[in-house]
C-alpha cells in the first residue's frame, strides 16, 4: 500500500462521503472518523496535515468511510458516544445518546431533591441518564429500568467501566418498582409510527423500540403517566424528554392523573424538548 498523509486521506474521506442531513460536513466527518481510527484527537490530527498514516489505520479508516456513506451511524462504528463529557459505550442495540438529552439531566441536577434522593430513569437504553445522574450526586440512589436485556447489558458495561453505582432493572417501564421515589427521568420513544420512515438513514439505524413511540409518539409516555401517581412521593418530580409539538398533549394526559406541568424547557431549536411534572398535591421535602 503506497503511504499517504493525512492530508490525501481527508481529501479522500470529503469526497467518498454524501453531503446530507447526517453528514452536513463532509470533510469535519472525515476528520473525526480518522482520528477516531488512529485513537488520536481531531487537533493533534489538524497539526500533523503531511503526517503519514499508518497501514491499520489507513484500512480501518476506509472501511468506517464506505460505511458511514451508505449511512452506518459514526458512533456505531466507533463504539463510542460522548454524553456529559463522559464516553459512553454504544451499540445497534441501544439509542445513541442525543446532545438535547442532556437538558434533562442539568434540569435534574438543578433541582431540590433531598441529599438519598430516589431516581428512577424510564427506558435507560445504554444508561447514560442514570450512570450521569449517579455520578453527578454520588448521594442519590438510582436505579434504571429496561425491558431490554441487551440494553441494560449495555447500560451495566457503561456503569461499570465509568464506575457509577446505579441499579438497574429488567422491567416494562416502571412496573415492580415501590416508591416513594423522587425524580423520574425518561426519555422514551416518541417519534410517530408514521414518521419512522421520514427520519434520517443514520437515525434509522437505532433500534426501532427506541424511537417508535405508536400512533402519535406518547403510547409508552401514556402508560408511564399511569404509573407515576403510585410511584412519585408527593413532592416528586417526573423529567420527560418530547418530541416536537407534543409538551401540550402531555400536559392534558397527565392532569386526569393529578400531575401538572411545573416547567417546559426548550432546546436550541425552539423544541420544547423537557417537561417538567409534579403531583398537584405537592409540598417540598427537606430531608
Same mark, same amino acid.
Given at each position: ?25 463532509? $470533510? @469535519?466527518? =472525515?476528520?473525526? &472518523?480518522? !482520528?477516531? +481510527?488512529?485513537?488520536?484527537? /481531531?487537533?493533534? %490530527? ?109 447500560? $451495566? @458495561?457503561? =456503569?461499570?467501566? &465509568?464506575? !457509577?453505582? +446505579?441499579?438497574?432493572?429488567? /422491567?416494562?417501564? %416502571? ?113
Amino acid at each position: 500500500m503506497d503511504t499517504q498523509s493525512v492530508d490525501e486521506l481527508l481529501d479522500r474521506g470529503g469526497d467518498a462521503l454524501p453531503r446530507r442531513p447526517g453528514i452536513p460536513e463532509p $470533510r @469535519r466527518e =472525515a476528520l473525526w &472518523l480518522l !482520528a477516531a +481510527a488512529w485513537g488520536r484527537d /481531531t487537533t493533534w %490530527v489538524r497539526l500533523h496535515r503531511e503526517t503519514t498514516v499508518p497501514g491499520e489505520v489507513v484500512r480501518r479508516y476506509e472501511d468506517w468511510l464506505e460505511r458511514r456513506a451508505a449511512g452506518v451511524p459514526a458512533h456505531h462504528l466507533t463504539g463510542v458516544c460522548p454524553f456529559w463529557g463522559r464516553p459512553f459505550r454504544v451499540s445497534p442495540e441501544v439509542l445513541i445518546p442525543r446532545p438535547e438529552t442532556e437538558l434533562l439531566v442539568e434540569r435534574a441536577l438543578a433541582l431540590e431533591l433531598p441529599p438519598r434522593a430516589r431516581v428512577v430513569d424510564v427506558g435507560t437504553g445504554s444508561g447514560c441518564l442514570a450512570v450521569t445522574l449517579a455520578l453527578e450526586r454520588p448521594g442519590w440512589r438510582v436505579a434504571a429500568t429496561d425491558r431490554s436485556a441487551a440494553a441494560l447489558w449495555m447500560a $451495566r @458495561r457503561n =456503569a461499570r467501566a &465509568l464506575g !457509577a453505582g +446505579a441499579r438497574l432493572v429488567l /422491567t416494562d417501564l %416502571v412496573a415492580g418498582l415501590t416508591g416513594p421515589v423522587h425524580l423520574v427521568a425518561a426519555n422514551l420513544p416518541y417519534v410517530p409510527a408514521q414518521a419512522m420512515a421520514e427520519l434520517p438513514v443514520e437515525v434509522r439505524h437505532d433500534p426501532r423500540g427506541a424511537l417508535d413511540g405508536g400512533p402519535d409518539g406518547l403510547a409508552l409516555v401514556r402508560r408511564l403517566l399511569a404509573g407515576l401517581p403510585r410511584l412519585l412521593s408527593p413532592a416528586g418530580v417526573a423529567l420527560l424528554e418530547l418530541g416536537e409539538g407534543q409538551a401540550e398533549a402531555v400536559a392534558r394526559e397527565a392532569a386526569p392523573w393529578g400531575l401538572k406541568v411545573a416547567a417546559r424547557i426548550k432546546d436550541l431549536g425552539g423544541c420544547e424538548r423537557i417537561v417538567e411534572l409534579r403531583p398537584r398535591t405537592g409540598r417540598r421535602e427537606s430531608s
